[in-house]
């Protein structure tokens, strides 16, 4: 096991490093120099040039490359150019609209899914199951954006329960969970719809195990087998697609903060690219990448953890 | 379950249908504004109703169909152009440090955000249909290289192969004319849910403005500008979106019909 997490580990460090070098040099090749972009285009040159001094904008590529990466691994994410803020003060405000509404949809899609998964898996081919597989059909090919404008359509402006965006902020809690539901239900359908699908599948992979022939040649009924042995069993992919699902909705959240005018992560990414802010952007793009690279690690570990046999496997 | 094949085939052919007759005829001209006649919901003489600038919604699916069609089966073609190749180089050298860079490339291009990464060349390079493309292919080549890869081991093993080898082909020779051909219809299947991810991806990007510029219409876009509408005019709305939806719901019906009908173990497993 410590070899199996030593090998993981490893590749963890690798493909964070990798993964830093392709952002740096993504944002390398934008073109248009952030300095000109902040001093306007009647700016005198040798402004500019103090200004690109002083931003660090003259130093050689892997002099500037070396001090972003030392500066966030000790939590220095630079000063963002166009709010004139530390970039970590602008990630603390935006994560704590991104992170719970990622929760939130989480939270909402698992509790819609792993039923439904059961459900249908428990009584395959009967009306339940196609219905439901009906419903993760429609779920999957609905575009989550437009699945919130309807949401808002019908809640906000027809029924008006709920404001059409917008956020009032954590000194209200109530009101806050309020106005992230709309923006939840509609990041939490496609994946529920993939939750389930996945849950149906895992759970009749499971059904079929000579385990549960025994348990049931034992003298346990359909219903007893299905929660003590099959349920539990077929948990592992699901948790997987649910560790892939929250690094997904923390970064995918980005258009459906736009159509709800959300101050969170996506929009601080969209804005600082459409106003050159690029330190801004690598950063909380590798904090991204960081995420799901992390995630991923820790899904590995957890499976190597429960099942032996993926050790020897990779 | 040839019902999903013959549902899927139904919407696919019929969207597919729409956007090669608007390249001959569409019922109105999109390019031309009749703002008198704005917002009119679907009638007799505009039978899905007009938008904002009066322009005939029915037209605009049309071009908004070719639009998203275009998009999608690029970027799809990027992936298999690429990705596919990759898998059987990585298949042919298992076990080789080559073998390994490619699947680890894979995995660092999973890794990023897709959607983030899309938007951030958008921005990059330029709002435009070709930039999409090309943002929604990328994250194509890893699908089909991993998936070919995988599908190609298991064959590499085989007796025939064996065979191949003894008579003396190269292992070049051995991907194309014995492994690849007993790929093909996984790709298919493949290609096909790719193909739906890729009309939901380009709708998500010309939504906020990265995809297909204006005048070209794309369905994204009249999302976007139905969006302050929809208390007016919902009609404006809800035809863009289903439209969307019926072609996603078709391509996925369809990708799901031919895996079962190509793959008959999967047809007895899945009763």
Known sequence: ?314 | MTRNIIFGGVLTTLFTGLAILSFFYTPYDIQSLDIPNKLHPPNGANWLGTDHFGRDILSMIMMGARTSIAVAVLAVGIGICVGIPLGLLAAARRGSLLDEVIMRGNDLVFAFPSLVIAILITAIFGASAINAIIAIGIFNIPVFARLSRGAALPIWERDFILAARVSGKSSFRISIEHILPNITNLMIVQGTIQFSLGILAEAALSYIGLGAQPPTASWGRMLADAQTLTSIAPHTALIPGLAIVLMVLGLNLLGDGLRDWLDPRLRRGRV
Request: glycine residues 8%; charged residues 15%.
């Open chain 1, 1 to 314: 096991m410590i070899r199996y997490a030593g090998k993981r580990l490893l590749s963890l460090v690798l493909s964070l490093i990798a993964a830093s070098i392709v952002i740096f040099a993504v944002i390398e090749v934008i073109p248009g120099d952030p300095a000109s972009f902040m001093l306007g285009v009647n700016a005198r040159a040798d402004t500019l040039e103090a200004l690109r001094d002083q931003m660090g904008l003259n130093d050689p590529l892997h002099v500037r490359y070396f001090n972003w990466v030392t500066g966030m691994l000790t939590g220095d994410f630079g000063t963002s150019w166009t709010y004139k803020t530390p970039v970590v003060d602008l990630v603390n405000d935006r994560i704590w609209v991104s992170l719970p509404l990622a929760v939130y949809a989480l939270i909402l899609s698992t509790l819609i899914a792993f039923p439904a998964g059961i459900i249908a898996a428990s009584r395959r081919g009967g009306p339940a199951d196609m219905s439901i597989m009906g419903a993760t059909q429609l779920g999957v090919a609905i575009p989550n954006f437009w699945f919130a404008m309807i949401l808002v359509l019908i809640f906000a402006i027809n029924l008006r329960w709920f404001s059409a965006g917008g956020f009032p902020g954590w000194d209200n809690p109530a009101l806050a969970i309020k106005s992230l539901t709309l923006p939840a239900i509609a990041l939490a359908l496609p994946q529920a719809a993939i939750l389930a699908r996945v849950m149906r599948s895992s759970l009749l992979d499971t059904l079929g195990e000579d385990y549960i022939r025994t348990a049931r040649a034992k003298g346990l009924t359909r219903r007893q087998a299905l929660w003590r042995h099959a349920v539990r069993n077929a948990l592992i992919p699901v948790l997987t697609i649910i560790g892939l699902q929250f690094s997904f909705l923390l970064a995918g959240g980005i258009i459906i903060e736009q159509v709800f005018f959300l101050p969170g992560l996506g929009r601080l990414i969209f804005q600082s690219i459409s106003g050159r802010d690029l330190i801004v952007v690598e950063s909380v793009v590798m904090l991204l990448v960081f995420v799901v690279i992390v995630v991923n690690f820790a899904v590995d570990i957890a499976y190597g953890a429960v099942d032996p046999r993926l050790r020897s496997k990779s």
